[in-house]
């Protein structure tokens, strides 16, 4: 296993880390932009780089979940909404 082969394989486990912590976006953050920048880097090699466009993708879709939990959560905290 070479580098590359690693970073691919990195960035898929926090891809799917991802699937749990973007409901936490103190965690989901750190975590899916870790999968994403370890995703790009490990997509330069062809040694598991289906591993690397997987946690690319998941690393995408649950920033972009984050996102949407963070500002839906301080929208309803500043309306007094959030219990």
């Known amino acids: 296993m070479n580098e ?3 970073l ?3 960035s898929l486990v926090l891809g799917l880390i991802g699937i749990v ?7 989901g953050y750190p975590v899916t ?3 994403i920048v370890l995703g790009v880097k490990g997509m330069k090699q062809q040694s598991g780089r289906g591993m690397a466009i ?4 998941l690393g995408i879709v649950f920033l972009v979940l984050t996102l949407i939990n963070s ?5 309803l905290g500043a ?3 959030l219990y």
């Open 33 to 35: 932009i870790i999968a």
């Open 79 to 81: 309306m007094g909404k």
């Open 8 to 10: 691919s394989i990195a």
């Open 71 to 75: 500002v839906l959560g301080a929208y």
């Open 54 to 57: 997987a946690g690319l993708v």
């Open 21 to 27: 912590a973007w409901l936490l976006p103190l965690a």
């Open 4 to 6: 590359r082969n690693g």
